[in-house]
């Protein structure tokens, strides 16, 4: 089939992308509706955060083919979660909290090994060690003592900003954490496009994403890149600030936040509104009643369809990387990040029978303030960039185009998730009840 004839992806989604593309359903002898003659390609402009993903019709000629399909389905997205790269590293950088003294010499030991030859035997000359700009002149790291000690250090030990990361994230092959679950998603908030492939290691208070122990940071590093590394692609979420232009709409009608939601589904825009900043986030979105003493009012819509009205203390949007924060304390599930979902979790909701809900990931949502709440609303991300939402004002949530590559053990199982679950937040401890006999 020619190129020009091939469906065009609509959804921000890697893995709707690749079932929308003639080439995943070849083998299964089906077809996207989009494809054939009478349903043409549809639009070719890039997805935007206004945008539903679009269901193509798929033409399957037997129930076996439709069975051999859905299994076809789950292996690529099994595939997509865990991936294997083999990286020839030229660029690492190294991301640690600033704060913690007891870091700088940690981060000195692992940046001297990095620049000899024991951290990678193949082409050691070439490896560039970034550290941030911070560290230059602190005593502890040494940054003379290093040049002094390792005469390649002249050349290959350079310094970051969080500009220059953001701004040229290719050239980064490898980033390495040392801290806890925060320096994590620290990283998660410096890279808001392409992210390189992150190896943690656990220095700090919480290490639920950060299972690597420094003592052994030679052999993991070695072993990482010397044998492949296997990177597990966690979801992001893309969230966009829009402000409302025209107050007085409010004025005349309670409706008017959900025509106005309702109405862009159509026409491919938001008319009345702004936007004002957008962000990519790790964890979780929460929005909050902020230092208001009444109970604060959101909607929440799905695809531009009224789902329902938010009267509480705030609510938890969380990927399933962030299950297990904010959102677990507020009673929300904990959801293994391989599973695609968005998860919605009330925090001290007035009505008893809000339950957390689990939504699937392809959903684009909306959160508005409605014009006749008593109050207005604030909104954080991944516990950063605490931004007010005004009467009218909404926040657009859908899933990002860029995951977050975590760096896996090799031949990591799924039950390894469930232990952290124990070691780290204590999950189901008991005392085993006695036998009868």
């Not at 700088?104 to 550290?131: F, G, S």
């Not at 590093?221 to 296997?230: A, F, L, T």
């Not at 399933?320 to 968005?342: E, K, R, W």
Request: include cysteine; charge should be negative; proline fraction near 6%.
């Amino acid at each position: 089939m020619p190129a020009s004839d091939k469906a065009t992806p609509n959804s921000s989604v890697m893995i709707h992308n690749m079932l929308a593309s003639a080439e995943c359903c070849a083998e299964l002898n089906v077809v996207p509706q989009a494809n054939q003659e009478k349903h043409p390609a549809g639009n070719s402009s890039p997805p935007s955060g206004l945008s539903t993903p679009k269901k193509e019709l798929v033409w399957v000629d037997s129930k076996e083919r439709l069975s051999e399909m859905a299994t076809s389905i789950r292996g690529i997205s099994n595939a997509l979660s865990n991936i294997n790269i083999s990286l020839k590293v030229k660029a690492v950088a190294i991301i640690t909290k600033l704060s913690d003294r007891e870091l700088r010499p940690k981060l000195r030991q692992l940046v001297e090994y990095l620049l000899t030859t024991a951290a990678h035997p193949r082409d050691a000359a070439t490896v560039v060690v970034y550290v941030q700009d911070f560290f230059k002149d602190i005593k502890e790291f040494g940054y003379e003592d290093i040049i002094a000690k390792t005469p390649q250090a002249q050349s290959h030990l350079k310094f970051w900003t969080p500009d220059l990361l953001q701004k040229q994230a290719d050239m980064i092959d490898l980033v390495i954490t040392l801290g806890g679950d925060g320096t994590v998603l620290y990283t998660s908030w410096i890279f808001q496009s392409i992210v390189p492939p992150v190896l943690s290691f656990g220095l700090g208070s919480l290490g639920f994403m950060t299972e690597n122990v420094f003592e052994n940071f030679k052999e993991v590093i070695d072993e990482r890149i010397q044998s492949g590394i296997s990177c597990a692609l966690r979801m992001r979420f893309h969230c966009m600030i829009w402000r409302s232009i025209d107050k007085a709409a409010g004025e005349h009608s309670m409706y008017a936040l959900r025509k106005a939601i309702e109405s862009s589904a159509e026409l491919k825009e938001f008319p009345g509104y702004e936007l004002e900043e957008e962000h990519v986030i790790l964890n979780d979105v929460v929005i909050d009643r902020g230092p208001n003493p009444t109970v604060g009012v959101t909607e929440l819509y799905g695809n531009h369809e009224f789902l329902t009205s938010i009267q509480a203390d705030g609510v938890v949007i969380s990927t399933p990387t962030g299950s297990t924060a904010y959102s677990m304390s507020a009673g929300g599930s904990l959801v293994h990040p391989d599973v695609p979902a968005i998860l919605v979790t009330p925090v001290c909701p007035h009505s008893l029978s809000f339950r957390p809900l689990v939504l699937p990931d392809s959903m684009l949502l909306h959160l508005g303030v409605p014009y006749d709440a008593r109050s207005s609303s604030y909104v954080s991300f991944d516990g950063k960039e605490r931004v007010e939402l005004g009467l009218g004002d909404c926040l657009t949530i859908t899933a990002s185009s860029f995951p977050f590559p975590k760096v896996m053990a090799p031949n990591a199982s799924t039950a390894a998730w469930v232990q952290r679950l124990g070691n780290s937040l204590h999950w189901n401890e008991l005392r085993r009840a006695k036998a009868f006999t």
